[in-house]
DNA sequence: CGCCTTTGACCAGCGC
DNA sequence: GCGCTGGTCAAAGGCG
């Protein structure tokens, strides 16, 4: 399964472009959103984790370590297995997904990531003047979740947290992979190059 | 007509 | 047990 993240979309959004993904700890590294995005079912590699870092406003997610010379310790990663069921056992605390958290400086909250979101609820937060807004993908059968909310401390950026994984391609796979074509296994390869030396 | 957003209600987990 | 909170549902309405 190929998983990606990107702007592929033939109308893009004017202000994604200039979304990016910074690193409080080291501001000059940069990388836009699109360039490293790519999941793989259920495997938790030393770059995810690497980058993985809580947010008080993300208090599900548990903290691990931050490694700023990736350049991702600002983004939250928690990568575990994914049960996509909406009966049951849902919202069950041992009910986990996989999910990854991009802080991203935008104007807009809605990024296009290539894929299409149907919202289905907006709540919010306590301590955040910031409503969170949830997202499921459209796509057929696929139960992917996204969350997306202003920064509480810094309305510029978003947080957008993804949660499972698509059982579908990108849209707009096409017109993305002209741009930045990453498959899931190079990925770990991908993020450790971009956080060297950018595009 | 189909798909979307909006929004209040509902539910489960958690802390006290 | 109770209240708070976050996440989800579903009805209603809007839009193309």
């Not at 958290?101 to 306590?126: A, H």
């Not at 969170?132 to 796509?139: A, D, H, L, T, V």
């Not at 510029?156 to 990453?182: F, W």
């Not at 899931?184 to 030396?197: G, K, M």
């Amino acid at each position: 399964m190929e998983y990606y993240f990107g702007n592929p979309n033939p109308n893009p959004n004017p202000y994604f472009h200039h979304s990016t993904v910074t690193n409080v700890a080291s501001p000059s590294s940069e990388l836009m959103l699109s360039d490293y995005l790519v999941l793989e079912d259920g495997t938790v590699d030393h770059h995810q984790e690497s980058w993985s870092q809580s947010t008080e406003t993300e208090s599900s997610e548990k903290a691990t370590s931050s490694d700023a010379t990736h350049g991702f310790a600002d983004a939250t990663s928690t990568i575990n297995n994914m049960k996509c069921k909406s009966d049951g056992n849902k919202r069950k605390k041992e009910e986990v997904s996989q999910s990854v958290t991009f802080r991203t400086r935008s104007q807009l909250e809605i990024m296009d990531d290539g894929y299409k979101w149907r919202k289905y609820g907006k709540k919010t937060v306590k301590n955040s003047p910031n409503p969170r807004n949830y997202y499921k993908c459209s796509g057929e059968g696929c139960c992917v979740k996204k969350r997306v909310e202003r920064d509480r401390d810094d309305s510029s950026y978003v947080l957008t947290t993804y949660e499972g994984v698509h059982n579908h391609e990108s849209p707009s796979i096409n017109y993305y992979s002209q741009m930045s074509l990453v498959h899931p296994n190079d990925w770990a390869l991908q993020s450790s190059a971009n956080s060297s030396s950018m595009h």
